[in-house]
């Protein structure tokens, strides 16, 4: 059985991880990925709360199925304004995006 701080420290890696790798790049792609892997994180701090403070409810796994939902949604849509945005103008770097607020 995994104890409680195990999983607060996997949390707490994952969460430094995306949070370098969506301050350190310029790339639209490894932005979203970064910021994915900082939900990510939060989302197994949640689940280690649940399942340590609540270990008989299963609400806590249907609010974890909703959100992996509401996330694999989001990078659908950042993945299809990425894609355009490649289309439209052959790159994805975040420097040279100054154009989309015209």
Request: proline fraction near 1%; hydrophobic fraction near 65%; charge should be negative.
């Given at each position: 059985?995994?104890t409680m701080?195990?999983?607060?420290?996997?949390?707490?890696?994952?969460?430094?991880?995306?949070?370098?790798?969506?301050?350190?790049?310029?790339?639209l792609?490894?932005?979203?990925?970064?910021?994915?892997?900082?939900?990510?994180?939060?989302?197994?701090?949640?689940?280690?709360?649940?399942?340590?403070?609540h270990?008989?409810?299963?609400?806590?796994?249907?609010f974890?199925?909703?959100i992996?939902?509401?996330?694999?949604l989001?990078?659908?849509v950042?993945?299809?304004?990425?894609?355009?945005?490649?289309?439209?103008?052959g790159?994805?770097e975040?420097?040279?995006?100054?154009?989309?607020?015209?």
């Amino acid at each position: 059985m995994i104890t409680m701080i195990v999983a607060l420290v996997v949390g707490a890696v994952l969460f430094g991880t995306g949070l370098y790798g969506a301050l350190s790049q310029t790339n639209l792609v490894m932005i979203m990925m970064g910021v994915e892997l900082m939900l990510g994180a939060a989302l197994v701090n949640l689940v280690a709360f649940w399942r340590f403070l609540h270990p008989e409810a299963f609400s806590g796994q249907m609010f974890f199925l909703i959100i992996m939902t509401v996330m694999a949604l989001e990078m659908a849509v950042g993945f299809g304004i990425a894609v355009a945005r490649f289309r439209a103008r052959g790159s994805v770097e975040m420097e040279e995006a100054a154009d989309l607020k015209e």
